[in-house]
C-alpha cells in the first residue's frame, strides 16, 4: 500500500484524464459487472475503446461542442462509457435519476435544452415518450436496449447503444481522428455537466460543474488517500448523484483503480462476499443496517460479525450524504472499524472536507481537502471557497449571485463549526432551525440523531416551529415493535398512517425521553407521533441519498401535527 499523497494524473479534462490512465493502464481490470449471472469484466484499453466509438458516433449524430446529453438510466458500465463519450464528444451531460417521474424528466430534458437523451430501458423510454410532445430540442433516443424495445417516439429518431457505436467506427478514415479534435478542445472552465438536485427543499436546479471542478475535487481527494494498485470500489449509490459521480467513479478513475457494480442495494451483502471490495462509499442508513445486523451480538464478536459481512479487504469506508449518528460511528470504532465521514454539495462538486485514515475523528466531517477554503459566517452557516465551487445554476444567474458572493465564497446553506484542528462539525440546515414559541433555538438534525440513536426508532422528523414545544414523527422498529405488543398482550392498531394503540405509544415516547435526557428542557421533544410505515423515497419522502426532505414530509403529514397541537391546548396538557 502507498501513503497518502500518492501522485495522481491531472489534465485539461475529465476525458483528457481518462484517456491517460487508460493508456497507462490498458490491460488491467477497469470495470467489473454482473451479467446473466457471471461477473464480467473489461480492461482499462477495451473502456477507453468503447468509450470513443459512442464519442464518434455522437459527433456523427452532429452533437456539438456544448450542447447537451441527458443520462437516464441505472448503473451500468454503459453508463461511465456515456458520461465518457459525450466529455469526449465536447459535450454536456446531463445525468437524470433513475427514480424519477415522467414530468421531472421532462423538465429537466427541456430545461436543459438536450438533444439527445441515453435510457437504460423500455420503463425509461417510456417516461421520455410520455413527454415528447414538450421537447423540442430533443432530437436523438438512444437506448442501451434493442431498439424495439422502446414504443413510438412521435418525432424523435432511435438509435441502440450498440448502433450508436457501429455508426461512429463506420466513419470514413480515422474514425478517431474527430474524438480527439473534440477532446483537446475542451478547456479546464468548459462546463462538463449539469446536474438537477431538488435535495431537501424540493427546489430543482441545474448546478453546473465544469471539468476542473470535477478534476479538482477527485485528485485532491485521491492525493489524501492511500492507495494499492489492487484497489477494488464497489459501486451501489445513484452515479446520476455527484456523490457516487466523484466517489464511485472519477477518484478510481484518476487512480487507475478498479471499479465493480453491485447488483443492487438488495444483493449488495451478498456483493460484498463476491468482490471483495477494498473501498466502499455509503450513506448513513446503509452503516446503520449493518450495525442493526450485529449489535445484538457480544461485544467482542461484532468485529468478527462485522468483517464477515464487509469481507476481509475492505479497508476503507466512507460515509457522506447526511450525518451519521454518532452512536453508529462509535461502534463502528469500539468494533475496530472506523467509518470516515465526509461533506459536500452537489455545488461543491462535492467534497469539502473529509476524514482520511490515520486522522479520522467521529462526530467531525473530516477536515478541508486541499485546495478548498471552509469559513463560518457570522450566524454560522458555513461558506466555502476554491476550485471545487461550481460555476453556478443553468439559466438562473439570480440564484446564482444569491449563492456565490463576490469573492467566491459559497453559501452552502448549513450551520457548522470549525474545532482549534480544523475539523468540522455540522449542526444543522439554516433553513431548518426552529424557533419555538418561547423563542427558543432548536437544531433538529441533532435531536433526530440522538432518537434514530435508539434501537427502538428507524427514523425521526423533528417539528416545532413557532409551536410551544417541539415534537417528533417517529418510525418505530416495526419489527421489534410488533414482538413488544405480543409481550404486552395487545395489538399493533393503526389509524390512518399512525400507531395508536395506548400501550406502544407510551412504551416509544418513554424511550425518546430517556434519549432526550442530555439536552435541555425547552428542546426536548416532548410529543410524538407514532407512524405505521417507514418514510419512503417512492413517496418522495426521501432524497436519492436517502436523506429526509423535511418540508415535503411536515407538508404530508401536516393534519397529524396540526390535531397534535390542538389535542394538547384542548387538554390544557401544554
Not at 458516433?57 to 459525450?86: F, K, Y
Not at 423515497?537 to 426521501?542: I, S, V
Not at 436523506?547 to 393534519?559: G, I, N, Q, S
Request: proline share 6%; aromatic share 6%; glycine share 10%.
Amino acid at each position: 500500500m502507498q501513503p497518502r499523497g500518492l501522485p495522481v494524473p491531472t489534465a485539461p479534462s475529465v476525458a483528457a484524464a481518462h484517456r491517460a490512465v487508460a493508456g497507462r493502464h490498458a490491460g488491467k481490470t477497469a470495470l467489473v459487472w454482473k451479467e446473466e449471472g457471471r461477473w464480467r469484466s473489461v480492461s482499462w484499453g477495451v473502456y477507453r475503446d468503447r468509450a470513443d466509438a459512442a464519442a464518434a458516433g455522437l459527433v456523427s449524430l452532429g452533437i456539438g461542442p456544448g450542447e447537451r446529453v441527458a443520462i437516464l438510466s441505472e448503473n451500468r458500465p454503459e453508463w461511465l462509457l456515456a458520461d465518457i463519450a459525450v466529455l469526449s464528444a465536447g459535450g454536456v451531460d446531463v445525468p437524470l435519476h433513475a427514480t424519477l417521474s415522467a414530468e421531472q424528466v421532462g423538465f429537466q430534458l427541456a430545461h436543459s435544452g438536450a438533444r439527445a437523451v441515453v435510457v437504460s430501458t423500455a420503463e425509461q423510454a417510456a417516461k421520455v415518450a410520455a413527454v415528447a410532445a414538450t421537447l423540442p430540442d430533443l432530437e436523438w433516443v438512444v437506448t442501451l436496449g434493442p431498439p424495439g424495445s422502446v414504443g413510438p417516439l412521435p418525432g424523435k429518431r432511435v438509435l441502440s447503444w450498440e448502433g450508436l457505436c457501429q455508426r461512429g467506427r463506420s466513419a470514413a478514415g480515422n474514425w478517431r481522428a474527430p474524438v480527439l479534435a473534440r477532446e483537446a478542445a475542451v478547456a479546464p472552465a468548459d462546463v462538463a455537466t449539469i446536474i438537477y438536485t431538488s435535495g431537501t427543499t424540493g427546489i430543482s436546479k441545474g448546478v453546473m460543474l465544469t471539468h476542473a471542478n470535477l478534476l479538482s475535487n477527485a485528485v485532491a481527494a485521491a492525493g489524501v488517500s492511500t492507495s494499492d494498485p489492487d484497489d477494488l470500489t464497489l459501486a451501489w449509490l445513484p452515479l446520476s448523484h455527484i456523490y457516487a459521480r466523484t466517489c464511485d467513479h472519477l477518484i478510481p478513475m484518476v487512480q487507475g483503480h478498479t471499479v465493480a457494480f453491485a447488483e443492487s442495494q438488495e444483493r449488495l451483502v451478498a456483493n460484498l462476499g463476491e468482490v471483495r471490495p477494498t473501498r466502499i462509499n455509503g450513506v448513513p442508513r446503509f452503516y446503520e443496517k449493518l450495525w442493526a445486523a450485529v449489535a445484538a451480538v457480544p461485544e467482542e464478536e461484532r468485529p468478527a460479525r462485522l468483517r464477515a459481512l464487509a469481507g476481509p479487504r475492505l479497508r476503507e469506508f466512507h460515509a457522506g450524504g447526511a450525518a451519521l449518528p454518532p452512536a453508529i460511528a462509535a461502534g463502528f470504532t469500539a468494533a475496530g472499524i472506523e467509518v470516515h465521514q465526509g461533506y459536500g454539495l452537489t455545488e461543491t462538486s462535492p467534497i469539502v472536507s473529509l476524514n482520511v485514515p490515520g486522522t479520522n475523528r467521529n462526530g467531525t466531517v473530516g477536515r478541508a481537502l486541499p485546495g478548498v477554503e471552509i469559513r463560518i459566517a457570522a450566524d454560522g452557516e458555513i461558506l466555502t471557497r476554491g476550485p471545487h465551487v461550481m460555476l453556478g445554476y443553468w439559466k438562473d444567474e439570480a440564484a446564482t449571485r444569491a449563492a456565490i458572493d463576490a469573492d467566491g465564497w459559497f453559501a452552502t446553506g448549513d450551520v457548522g463549526e470549525l474545532d482549534a484542528d480544523g475539523y468540522l462539525r455540522i449542526t444543522d440546515r439554516k433553513k431548518d432551525l426552529i424557533v419555538t414559541a418561547g423563542g427558543k433555538n432548536v437544531a433538529p438534525t441533532a435531536l433526530e440523531a440522538l432518537l434514530v440513536a435508539d434501537p427502538w426508532i428507524d427514523q425521526a422528523v423533528v417539528f416545532g416551529d413557532g409551536r410551544p414545544f417541539v415534537g417528533a414523527l417517529v418510525v418505530p422498529a416495526l419489527e421489534p415493535l410488533r414482538a413488544k405488543a405480543a409481550q404486552l398482550g395487545c395489538d399493533v392498531e393503526v389509524e390512518g398512517e399512525r400507531i395508536v394503540t395506548p400501550r406502544l405509544v407510551a412504551f416509544v415516547a418513554e424511550r425518546v425521553a430517556l434519549a432526550m435526557r442530555v439536552v435541555g428542557q425547552p428542546e426536548r421533544v416532548r410529543a410524538v407521533i407514532l407512524l405505521a410505515r417507514p418514510l419512503d423515497f417512492a413517496r418522495q419522502e426521501l432524497t436519492t441519498t436517502l436523506k429526509v426532505r423535511r418540508r415535503f414530509v411536515l407538508d404530508t403529514f401536516a393534519p397529524l401535527i396540526e390535531a397534535l397541537y390542538a389535542e394538547r391546548a384542548a387538554s390544557g396538557a401544554e
